[in-house]
């Protein structure tokens, strides 16, 4: 079985900047490509970045150039780092390894002066 654990969300003002961090357990976690995903009160979720088991990556085009996604596999981890951040982009963030469909909790994210 496999678990997703997501952490570092929080309040931050616009502008600011947080790091997210899923933590994996299991076997082979190189070997998969991973997803960030959101979704704000009364919307729908949406996929903000992928990370491909060779590194590759994908954004939104809402975040491209200001969120970063990377991956540690020593560290079975996968990261998202937000910066400039905009109020709209206030969401529960989680994780997700498409092989088998695992997900994480997710964590609160909300940018608010």
């Known amino acids: 079985q496999v678990q997703l654990v997501e952490s570092g969300g929080g309040l931050v003002q616009p502008g600011g900047s947080l790091r997210l961090s899923c933590a994996a357990s299991?076997?082979?976690?190189?070997?998969?490509?991973m997803v960030w995903h959101r979704q704000a009160p009364g919307k729908q979720r949406e996929l903000v970045a992928s990370?491909?088991?060779?590194?590759?990556?994908n954004y939104a085009d809402v975040v491209k150039g200001r969120f970063t996604i990377s991956r540690d596999n020593a560290k079975k981890t996968v990261y998202l780092q937000m910066s400039s951040l905009k109020s709209e982009d206030t969401a529960v963030y989680y994780c997700?390894?498409?092989?088998?469909?695992?997900w994480g909790q997710g964590t609160q994210v909300t940018v608010s002066a």
């Open positions: 990370i491909s088991s060779g590194g590759s990556t």
């Open positions: 997700h390894r498409p092989a088998r469909d695992y």
């Open positions: 299991g076997l082979f976690f190189s070997r998969y490509d």
